[in-house]
């Protein structure tokens, strides 16, 4: 499955996060990761600004809801503390934003490891807010072999 996940970070080395991030990301697949990365406010006004970049990661795994729990996995790895609450500042924020799979909503009761994030996990593909959301538009477009990402490129 071709996959585009977008990437953030606002607190600490926030460059430094992203490339640990992106690093995290090469467990799952091949990565390919935008030459863009951009500066942008906390949109909640809660936290300093965020360092955003998006990647296609290319994996074997075919289920978009597995592909969501890795990546929760990673940023727990990464440090992200979710008790502070839905915006809070974080150290690695990976969101799925879409895959080359049909779109489309899922539930599904979280694995044990992840309870502590709640008891169900939702997804919906592509990610409801990522076409109203410069700083994953513009990595995305700057994803610099096109024919890479065939199936998951926005139109320009």
Request: net charge negative; aromatic share 4%; charged share 25%.
């Amino acid at each position: 499955m071709k996959a585009v996940v977008a990437l953030g970070s606002n607190l600490g080395n926030r460059q430094a996060h992203l490339e640990a991030g992106l690093a995290a990301l090469r467990t799952l697949g091949t990565v390919v990761p935008s030459p863009l990365v951009m500066e942008t406010p906390d949109e909640s006004g809660r936290g300093p600004a965020y360092l955003n970049t998006v990647a296609l990661v290319v994996t074997e795994e075919a289920d978009p809801r597995r592909l969501l729990e890795a990546l929760l996995r990673l940023e727990l790895a990464a440090g992200r503390d979710r008790s502070a609450g839905r915006n809070a500042p974080r150290t690695l924020d990976l969101d799925l934003i879409t895959t080359d799979g049909p779109p489309g909503g899922w539930t599904w009761d979280s694995p044990e490891d992840l309870r502590a994030l709640g008891p169900i996990l939702s997804l919906e593909l592509p990610h409801p807010r990522a076409f109203s959301r410069p700083f994953v538009l513009e990595p995305w477009r700057a994803l610099s072999n096109p024919g890479e990402c065939r199936g998951v490129i926005p139109k320009a």
